[in-house]
Antibody
Framework: QVQLQESGPGLVKPSETLSLTCTVSGGSLTNYYWSWIRQPPGKGLEWIGYIYYSGSAHYNPSLKSRATISVDTSNNQFSLKLTSMTAADTAVYYC??????????WGQGNLVTVSS | DIQMTQSPSSLSASVGDRVTITCQATQDVSHYVSWYQQKPGKAPKLLIYDASDLEAGVPARFRGSGSGTDFTFTITSLQPDDFATYYCQQYDTLPLFTFGPGTKVDIK
């Protein structure tokens, strides 16, 4: 069974850049799309973007080019960088494996709070 | 951008009840709608994909139907483990994936 685990800070200061990593175990990154999704406390889910194992990425236009997703196949990891963080970016950030039209496996989530 | 609406936003039901949630897309999304269950403090769990396909290992009491802009999710006989929030999600043009606002199912 494929498992995903997010890692990264729990607290980020306003205007700083968030860096999160998702480590995949029990399977390879090869031939799949890998995604980041976030959920503000008490609110719904927002797709951030995804990346193919080869490195091609697509993003939600709502993030106005603040997001960058990269992949490291040698370590079976993919990562998210989100610049210019504000309080509105406070959320649980999930990584997930994409199967064409949906999200098959999810990580447990990493709560990120933006505060000085 | 395609938006997804869900109704109701919440409902109260008893064990054994039939529960139905609807999801409407602002544009035709063919059959590319999935449904997820989320419990407090946990990640969403995939239940149904491509409108009506049951994810492996998911009980058959969960059903999905619909195409185009109107979709329905049904729990045929609500079980104690089913009290949770349910989200629909569409796949189409950018943004490639959009979620509905969720429906909270709690105990009557």
């Amino acid at each position: 069974q494929v498992q995903l685990q997010e890692s990264g800070p729990g607290l980020v200061k306003p205007s700083e850049t968030l860096s999160l990593t998702c480590t995949v175990s029990g399977g390879s990154l090869t031939n799949y799309y890998w995604s980041w999704i976030r959920q503000p406390p008490g609110k719904g889910l927002e797709w951030i973007g995804y990346i193919y194992y080869s490195g091609s990425a697509h993003y939600n236009p709502s993030l106005k080019s603040r997001a960058t997703i990269s992949v490291d196949t040698s370590n079976n990891q993919f990562s998210l960088k989100l610049t210019s963080m504000t309080a509105a970016d406070t959320a649980v950030y999930y990584c997930a494996r994409v199967i064409t039209t949906h999200f098959e496996f999810w990580g447990q989530g990493n709560l990120v709070t933006v505060s000085s | 951008d395609i938006q997804m609406t869900q109704s109701p936003s919440s409902l109260s039901a008893s064990v054994g009840d039939r529960v139905t949630i609807t999801c409407q897309a602002t544009q035709d999304v063919s059959h590319y709608v999935s449904w997820y269950q989320q419990k407090p403090g946990k990640a969403p769990k995939l239940l149904i994909y491509d409108a009506s396909d049951l994810e492996a290992g998911v009980p058959a009491r969960f059903r999905g139907s619909g195409s185009g802009t109107d979709f329905t999710f049904t729990i045929t006989s609500l079980q104690p483990d089913d009290f949770a929030t349910y989200y629909c999600q569409q796949y189409d043009t950018l943004p490639l994936f959009t979620f509905g606002p969720g429906t909270k199912v709690d105990i009557k």
